[in-house]
C-alpha cells in the first residue's frame, strides 16, 4: 500500500516561510500527478496546487505567486515551499497523488500575525 508521509511544517510569523515535503513510497511516483492541499481550522479540506508528471504547475488564486510546488523523483518526493505567509495560510497541509489514494497524517503550517 503506497503511503504519503508530510513533513516540514512549523510555527512562522506572517511573512516568512517554510518548506513543506512529502515522500510517497510509490513505485511510479515519476509518472503521476502530485498535489498540495491544505485544511484550514474548522474547514473543508482545498486544492493549493498541482504538478503533473512534466513539471507543469497551477495554482490556487489564494497561494499564486507565493507557493511554489517542485518534486525530485530520484527521491520520490514532492516539495511546497512558501512564502509571504499570512495568517490565513494556517492549516494542516497534505500532498496526494491524483487519483487521490489513502491521505497521510499531514503537517501543521501555523502562521501568526
Known amino acids: 500500500q503506497v503511503q504519503l508521509v508530510e513533513s516540514g511544517g512549523g510555527l512562522v510569523q506572517a511573512g516568512g516561510s517554510l518548506r513543506l515535503s512529502c515522500v510517497d513510497s510509490?513505485?511510479?511516483?515519476?509518472?503521476?500527478?502530485m498535489a498540495w492541499y491544505r485544511q484550514p481550522p474548522g474547514k473543508k479540506r482545498e486544492f493549493v496546487g498541482v504538478i503533473i508528471s512534466s513539471g507543469s504547475t497551477r495554482y490556487a488564486d489564494s497561494v499564486k505567486g507565493r507557493f511554489t510546488i517542485s518534486r525530485d523523483n530520484a527521491k520520490n518526493t514532492l516539495y511546497l515551499e512558501m512564502s509571504n505567509l499570512k495568517p490565513d495560510d494556517t492549516a494542516v497541509y497534505y500532498c496526494n497523488e491524483i487519483p487521490s489514494i489513502a491521505w497521510g497524517q499531514g503537517t501543521q503550517v501555523t502562521v501568526s500575525s
Open positions: 510509490g513505485t511510479s511516483f515519476r509518472v503521476r500527478s
